[in-house]
C-alpha cells in the first residue's frame, strides 16, 4: 500500500503539472555569430497569390533580386492560390520535418503549427541582433527597423509572448456602394455607414414591379447587401456591440445573447431577400457590377474587382453596368467609435537542425520588408504596406496622389481602398490567436452562413434553433472540445461546457488518489485495532 501511496502521489503530480502546463516551451533560437558566406544555401518559400500575374512577378523579382546580394543562397519559390491548402500542406509536412523555410500565412496558423512542437522560429532574438536583426549592421539591403514596423499589425505577431511572425500586408474590410442605386431609392450615403442605414435600404430596394422584376435595377435578380467574408462580419459585429468573442488565452465568448441577437437582424433581412453571403450566392463584386446589388463588403485587397472600370472582372463586359461607386469604411454600431479588422499575411520561419540555415531564411524573410519590395506588391491591390519606412516613402506618396490617372496601376478605387485603411489604423483591431482560433474564426462565419441558408430554406429560426445551432457549430469545429468552453440551459443561464482532457484525467486521478488514501488510512487502522486486540 505505501508503494501504491507513493506511485499515485506522483502520477497526480505529474498530471498536476501537465494540465497546468498545457503546452510544451518553445526554445529561443540561437543566433550564429556570424552569418557563413562560404556555403551554399537552399531555402523553399511558400507563398500565395490570388491568380494575378503581377503579384507572381513580384515575388520572382524579390528572390532574383536577393540572390544577387546574396549568391549563395537559393530560393525556391512554390505558389498556392488559398491560405487553406498552405496550412493543410504544413500540418501534413509537420511530422515529417518537411516544412517549407519561409511561408507566407496567419497567426491563427501559425498558433497551430506551434502545438507541442519547436518547429516555428522564435523571432526575438534575431529582432534583436545587431548585425542580422531588424535594420542591422552586417545586412546587404536596407531593411527596417523595429521601430518602423506599424505597432498595430507587428502585435499581431506575438503568440505566447513572443514574436513568430513578421507582417507582409495589410488589408481591413470596405464597402463597396453602388451610389446610383441609393439615391435612386430616396437616400443619401451618410458620412460614417451604419448597419439601420445598410439594412433600410437594402430592404426598400426589394420593391418589385408587376413582370416580377426589381424596381430598383429592371432586372430579375437583386440581392442589395452581400458579405464576401461573414466571419469577419461577426467577429466586428461583436467587437462594435463590445460583446465576447474570445479571450487572449482561448476562453471562447461568442455563444452569448448579442451573438442570437446579431442572427435574428440576420435573419429578418434575410427573409425580405435583402441579404446574402458569397458562399452562398457568390461573388458580391460581380452582383455590385452587374447592377444587382447595392452594397458589397470585401477586403480593401479585393479592390481591382470593383467597380465599373475594375482591371479585374469575373463577368463579361456585356453585363457591367456603368455606376458611380463609393469606397466607405464598413456599416458601424457606434459612429463615433469605429472598430473594424486588421487583417492579412505574415511569414514564419521553420525550424531546421541547421542554424546558419535558419539565418538565411531570416535575411530571405527580412528582405521581403524592404521598400521595393512592400510598395510593389501594396500597389497590386487595396494592401498598404507594413511599415512606416515605406508609407512615408516619396514613391509610395506618390503613387497614392495619383488615383485615377488611368484603371490598372492607379485605379481609383483600388488607392482609395488603400487611404481607408491608412486613415484608419488606429481603429482597427485584431483577433485573439491561439492554437484553436482558426477553428473558431470558421465557426463565426458559419454561425451566419446557417441561418442565412436555414432562412433561404424557409425553416423556423427561434430559440430552439438557436440552441441548436451553438451545438451544431460548437461539435462542428471542436469548440466543445475548448480548456474553457461555455453555453446556456434551457433558461439562458450560463454554464460551463465539458472540460478539457488534461482537466478530466487530473480530477479522476485525484479521486482515486483520495479513494487509496482512505483505503490506506482504513486499512492501518484496522491493522492497528487488530494488534490491540491481540
Given at each position: 500500500?505505501?508503494?501504491?501511496?507513493?506511485?499515485?502521489?506522483?502520477?497526480?503530480?505529474?498530471?498536476?503539472?501537465?494540465?497546468?502546463?498545457?503546452?510544451?516551451?518553445?526554445?529561443?533560437?540561437?543566433?550564429?555569430?556570424?552569418?557563413?558566406?562560404?556555403?551554399?544555401?537552399?531555402?523553399?518559400?511558400?507563398?500565395?497569390?490570388?491568380?494575378?500575374?503581377?503579384?507572381?512577378?513580384?515575388?520572382?523579382?524579390?528572390i532574383?533580386?536577393?540572390?544577387?546580394?546574396?549568391?549563395?543562397?537559393?530560393?525556391?519559390?512554390?505558389?498556392?492560390?488559398?491560405?487553406?491548402?498552405?496550412?493543410?500542406?504544413?500540418?501534413?509536412?509537420?511530422?515529417?520535418?518537411?516544412?517549407?523555410?519561409?511561408?507566407?500565412?496567419?497567426?491563427?496558423?501559425?498558433?497551430?503549427?506551434?502545438?507541442?512542437?519547436?518547429?516555428?522560429?522564435?523571432?526575438?532574438?534575431?529582432f534583436?541582433?545587431k548585425?542580422?536583426?531588424?535594420?542591422?549592421?552586417?545586412?546587404?539591403?536596407?531593411?527596417?527597423?523595429?521601430?518602423?514596423?506599424?505597432?498595430?499589425?507587428?502585435?499581431?505577431?506575438?503568440?505566447?509572448?513572443?514574436?513568430?511572425?513578421i507582417?507582409?500586408?495589410r488589408?481591413?474590410?470596405?464597402?463597396?456602394?453602388?451610389?446610383?442605386?441609393?439615391?435612386?431609392?430616396?437616400?443619401?450615403?451618410?458620412?460614417?455607414?451604419?448597419?439601420?442605414?445598410?439594412?433600410?435600404?437594402s430592404?426598400?430596394?426589394?420593391?418589385?414591379?408587376?413582370?416580377?422584376?426589381?424596381?430598383i435595377?429592371?432586372?430579375?435578380?437583386?440581392?442589395?447587401?452581400?458579405?464576401?467574408?461573414?466571419?469577419?462580419?461577426?467577429?466586428?459585429?461583436?467587437?462594435?456591440?463590445?460583446?465576447?468573442?474570445?479571450?487572449?488565452?482561448?476562453?471562447?465568448?461568442?455563444?452569448?445573447?448579442?451573438?442570437?441577437?446579431?442572427l435574428?437582424?440576420?435573419?429578418?433581412?434575410?427573409?425580405?431577400?435583402?441579404?446574402?453571403?458569397?458562399?452562398?450566392?457568390?461573388?458580391?463584386?460581380?452582383?455590385?457590377?452587374?447592377?444587382?446589388?447595392?452594397?458589397?463588403?470585401?477586403?480593401?485587397?479585393?479592390?481591382?474587382?470593383?467597380?465599373?472600370?475594375?482591371?479585374?472582372?469575373?463577368?463579361?463586359?456585356?453585363?457591367?453596368?456603368?455606376?458611380?461607386?463609393?469606397?466607405?469604411?464598413?456599416?458601424q454600431?457606434?459612429?463615433?467609435?469605429?472598430?473594424?479588422?486588421?487583417?492579412?499575411?505574415?511569414?514564419c520561419?521553420?525550424?531546421?537542425?541547421?542554424?546558419?540555415?535558419?539565418?538565411?531564411?531570416?535575411?530571405?524573410?527580412?528582405?521581403?520588408?524592404?521598400?521595393?519590395?512592400?510598395?510593389?506588391?501594396?500597389?497590386?491591390?487595396?494592401?498598404?504596406?507594413?511599415?512606416?519606412?515605406?508609407?512615408?516613402?516619396?514613391?509610395?506618396?506618390?503613387?497614392?496622389?495619383?488615383?485615377?490617372?488611368?484603371?490598372?496601376?492607379?485605379?481609383?478605387?483600388?488607392?482609395?481602398?488603400?487611404?481607408?485603411?491608412?486613415?484608419?489604423?488606429?481603429?482597427?483591431?485584431?483577433?485573439?490567436?491561439?492554437?484553436?482560433?482558426?477553428?473558431?474564426?470558421?465557426?463565426?462565419?458559419?454561425?451566419?452562413?446557417?441561418?442565412?441558408?436555414?432562412?433561404?430554406?424557409?425553416?423556423?429560426?427561434?430559440?430552439?434553433?438557436?440552441?441548436?445551432?451553438?451545438?451544431?457549430?460548437?461539435?462542428?469545429?471542436?469548440?466543445?472540445?475548448?480548456?474553457?468552453?461555455?453555453?446556456?440551459?434551457?433558461?439562458?443561464?450560463?454554464?460551463?461546457?465539458?472540460?478539457?482532457?488534461?482537466?478530466?484525467?487530473?480530477?479522476?486521478?485525484?479521486?482515486?488518489?483520495?479513494?487509496?488514501?482512505?483505503?490506506?488510512?482504513?486499512?492501518?487502522?484496522?491493522?492497528?485495532?487488530?494488534?490491540?486486540?491481540v
Amino acid at each position: 500500500m505505501r508503494k501504491l501511496f507513493f506511485i499515485l502521489t506522483m502520477l497526480v503530480l505529474l498530471l498536476t503539472l501537465a494540465a497546468c502546463h498545457g503546452a510544451r516551451e518553445h526554445d529561443a533560437f540561437d543566433v550564429p555569430d556570424d552569418f557563413d558566406m562560404s556555403r551554399e544555401y537552399e531555402i523553399t518559400f511558400w507563398a500565395k497569390n490570388d491568380t494575378n500575374k503581377t503579384q507572381t512577378d513580384i515575388y520572382r523579382k524579390a528572390i532574383d533580386d536577393f540572390q544577387e546580394l546574396y549568391p549563395n543562397i537559393t530560393v525556391t519559390m512554390r505558389l498556392y492560390t488559398d491560405y487553406s491548402r498552405i496550412y493543410n500542406d504544413v500540418i501534413t509536412n509537420l511530422s515529417t520535418n518537411t516544412t517549407p523555410n519561409v511561408c507566407i500565412t496567419y497567426p491563427d496558423h501559425i498558433a497551430t503549427y506551434m502545438t507541442g512542437t519547436n518547429a516555428v522560429v522564435s523571432l526575438d532574438a534575431l529582432f534583436a541582433n545587431k548585425k542580422y536583426g531588424l535594420g542591422g549592421s552586417e545586412l546587404l539591403f536596407d531593411a527596417p527597423k523595429q521601430n518602423e514596423i506599424i505597432p498595430q499589425f507587428l502585435s499581431e505577431c506575438i503568440l505566447d509572448g513572443n514574436y513568430y511572425a513578421i507582417p507582409y500586408m495589410r488589408s481591413t474590410e470596405a464597402c463597396y456602394i453602388n451610389k446610383d442605386l441609393v439615391e435612386a431609392l430616396g437616400y443619401t450615403i451618410p458620412e460614417a455607414l451604419t448597419w439601420d442605414f445598410v439594412w433600410e435600404v437594402s430592404d426598400a430596394a426589394m420593391e418589385k414591379a408587376e413582370d416580377g422584376t426589381f424596381l430598383i435595377n429592371g432586372q430579375n435578380v437583386m440581392i442589395p447587401f452581400i458579405y464576401k467574408s461573414t466571419d469577419n462580419m461577426m467577429i466586428q459585429q461583436l467587437r462594435q456591440r463590445n460583446a465576447g468573442y474570445s479571450t487572449n488565452d482561448g476562453h471562447i465568448e461568442i455563444f452569448n445573447d448579442t451573438t442570437i441577437e446579431l442572427l435574428y437582424t440576420i435573419a429578418e433581412h434575410t427573409k425580405l431577400g435583402a441579404f446574402s453571403t458569397f458562399k452562398i450566392s457568390s461573388y458580391p463584386g460581380n452582383f455590385l457590377n452587374a447592377g444587382q446589388s447595392i452594397f458589397a463588403i470585401d477586403s480593401t485587397a479585393g479592390a481591382t474587382w470593383m467597380g465599373s472600370n475594375a482591371p479585374l472582372l469575373d463577368i463579361s463586359e456585356d453585363k457591367v453596368v456603368d455606376f458611380e461607386i463609393v469606397v466607405m469604411a464598413i456599416p458601424q454600431f457606434d459612429i463615433d467609435n469605429p472598430q473594424m479588422i486588421s487583417q492579412g499575411p505574415s511569414v514564419c520561419i521553420f525550424n531546421k537542425d541547421d542554424p546558419q540555415e535558419v539565418l538565411a531564411s531570416w535575411l530571405f524573410t527580412q528582405y521581403l520588408l524592404t521598400n521595393e519590395v512592400q510598395i510593389a506588391y501594396s500597389q497590386t491591390e487595396g494592401y498598404i504596406p507594413v511599415t512606416t519606412k515605406a508609407q512615408e516613402s516619396d514613391i509610395y506618396l506618390d503613387y497614392l496622389s495619383r488615383a485615377g490617372e488611368d484603371n490598372n496601376m492607379y485605379y481609383d478605387v483600388k488607392i482609395q481602398a488603400s487611404q481607408l485603411l491608412l486613415d484608419n489604423i488606429n481603429n482597427t483591431f485584431i483577433t485573439p490567436v491561439w492554437n484553436g482560433s482558426a477553428s473558431l474564426r470558421n465557426a463565426a462565419g458559419q454561425l451566419i452562413e446557417n441561418v442565412t441558408k436555414s432562412i433561404r430554406r424557409r425553416e423556423t429560426v427561434n430559440k430552439a434553433y438557436m440552441d441548436k445551432l451553438f451545438i451544431e457549430v460548437s461539435a462542428l469545429y471542436r469548440l466543445d472540445q475548448s480548456d474553457s468552453q461555455m453555453d446556456s440551459d434551457e433558461d439562458g443561464k450560463t454554464v460551463f461546457g465539458p472540460l478539457p482532457q488534461t482537466a478530466k484525467a487530473l480530477l479522476s486521478s485525484l479521486t482515486i488518489a483520495w479513494i487509496c488514501i482512505f483505503l490506506y488510512i482504513m486499512t492501518t487502522f484496522i491493522k492497528k485495532k487488530s494488534a490491540k486486540l491481540v
